[in-house]
């Protein structure tokens, strides 16, 4: 078992600052947003509409929808996204549908 973890090599890249939830953060530009917002910290991304149970990043590849973020009004699938400079990220606020 390698107990090297993989998000090492996003301490090597250069930072941009983004937004999340009104917290400043600086993330790897252009790394994957929902490894970049999980290796800073952030464990919950947002709640279901019905429980209002607290979801995080799954699959990884855009199939599950549990890692839905907001970025300008538009809700997204983190994991399919790259950090940029200043992104203003937030918890879905409402419904949880993505948008294409």
Do not use: W, Y
């Not at 509409?49 to 839905?68: I, K, T, Y």
């Amino acid at each position: 078992m390698n107990p090297v973890s993989p998000f090492l090599e996003l301490d090597q890249t250069p930072r941009v600052e983004v937004v999340f939830d009104g917290t400043p953060l600086s993330l790897p530009a252009g790394a994957n947003l929902a490894a970049a917002l999980l290796a800073a910290g952030i464990g919950e991304f947002r709640r279901t509409p019905v429980s209002g149970a607290p979801r995080a990043p799954f699959c990884m590849m855009g199939a599950c929808f549990d890692c839905l973020v907001e970025i300008d009004g538009v809700v997204r699938q983190a994991c399919m996204l790259d950090v940029r400079e200043g992104l203003s990220i937030s918890k879905p606020k409402g419904g949880s549908h993505a948008t294409p």
